[in-house]
């Protein structure tokens, strides 16, 4: 990361002396950087940083090349798990920041922001938000995806309303909301009551006209980014996918379908599924991923499905396997762009093939009828 200058302002650089080393844990450069971003200029030489501390620099911006390195340098990425970038002037998070897969700790706070990022309920391991002091209007709908976070502060910002995705973390153990213009049934509620029951309040309140827009808005631009935050896709809104869902979720019903499927000829699209989420799930477990690992993993993975000579092919849009393609052929993007989304296009469209094709056969044998009828139950309690 780097140090700055006393007197004048220009780029800072990697301080390898006796305070910022190869071994480094933490690096604490908060209010020592004179309003200049700091520039890593050798990020492979980090072997063990865990900690960055950035606070009280006056910084207004992440600068473009830092986003660019969180793809272009991934040390940083496997061992990062705390970020402190509060009491600046940001106004806007790059969306690389949903890189950082191992952070759990993230500061935000004393800043400028109006929004957060897109598809900050990617970072699976978070445990600790603060966002506070900022001028946020709404989060995004899907924080209930941040099933390891512990506490989150959202305090003086502009919220009149908070997502009932809130409802699902069950982790959450503080929550603070305090400075905005929320609705008054919500503050006495949390005035008189716990975490828990405030959730489970947050979770039952009806959306405002405004925030469901807002809400359509935010899921079809993480669609069109083909980075959904989900790991399951939607292809067919309703009922009937719900319980298709549950259907993947359950090993006695994988294994029925995959039975199905392999009569069919059809078992490496299963086999596929899997291998994707026992990869995605690398992200979302308290094991740190290294970046080896996450690269040689995802190789298994295009070796033995997608790439022209796999083992177990399966069928893919042809303008989805090119993209694939070409990032393992390009040498100045690979291994640098292999992260966790590289296969959530291809994902999608495999289990909407079993969805729309092999399902409709499937539902016709006894064995189907068994599983399904256990998972609409499942459906059923889930959502009463």
Request: charged residues 45%; positive net charge; aromatic residues 12%.
């Given at each position: 990361l780097g140090r700055a200058t006393q007197d004048?302002?220009?780029p800072v650089g990697l301080n390898m002396g006796q305070k910022h080393t190869a071994l480094s844990a933490e690096v604490e450069l908060s209010g020592k950087c004179n309003?200049?971003?700091?520039?890593h200029v050798t990020p492979k030489d980090f072997q063990r940083l865990k900690a960055v501390a950035l606070a009280n620099n006056g910084f207004t911006a992440i600068p473009l090349a830092v986003s660019a390195q969180l793809n272009e340098k991934p040390p940083l990425l496997e061992t990062l798990t705390s970020l402190d970038l509060s009491k600046n002037k940001l106004q806007v998070i790059p969306e690389e920041l949903v890189l950082l897969v191992n952070l759990v700790s993230l500061r935000l706070d004393q800043n400028e922001l109006a929004g957060l990022p897109l598809k900050l309920s990617l970072l699976f391991k978070l445990e600790k938000l603060n966002v506070s002091g900022n001028q946020i209007g709404y989060l995004p709908p899907n924080l209930g995806s941040l099933?390891?976070?512990?506490e989150l502060r959202v305090d003086d910002n502009k919220l009149t309303y908070l997502p009932a995705d809130l409802g699902l973390i069950k982790t959450m153990k503080k929550l603070s909301f305090d400075g905005n213009p929320l609705p008054d049934e919500l503050l006495?509620?949390?005035f008189l009551s716990d975490t828990k029951n405030t959730l489970e309040f947050i979770a039952k309140m009806q959306m405002p006209p405004e925030y469901e827009q807002l809400t359509k808005k935010f899921r079809r631009a993480i669609a069109e980014s083909g980075q959904a935050e989900s790991s399951k896709p939607d292809p067919a809104k309703g009922e009937r996918f719900e319980i298709f869902k549950i259907l993947l979720e359950d090993k006695n019903h994988v294994a029925a379908f995959s039975r199905h499927l392999e009569k069919e000829h059809a078992g490496e699209n299963m086999k596929f599924h899997l291998a994707v989420e026992a990869f995605l799930g690398k992200f979302n477990s308290p094991t740190e991923i290294t970046t080896s690992e996450c690269i040689n993993e995802a190789e298994k993975i295009y070796d033995a499905f997608i790439k022209d000579e796999a083992t177990e092919p399966v069928?893919?849009?042809?303008q989805?396997?090119?993209?694939?393609?070409a990032l393992y052929k390009d040498t100045y993007r690979y291994p640098a762009g292999i992260n966790q989304f590289i296969f959530n296009e291809c994902h999608n469209a495999i289990v909407q093939l079993m969805f729309t094709d092999s399902l409709k056969r499937f539902q016709d044998t006894e064995e189907c009828k068994a599983v399904s009828a256990h998972a609409e139950k499942r459906f059923r309690r889930r959502n009463k």
């Open positions: 004048r302002k220009e309003g200049v971003f700091p520039t099933k390891s976070l512990k006495d509620f949390f069928n893919l849009p042809e989805v396997k090119k993209k694939v393609d």
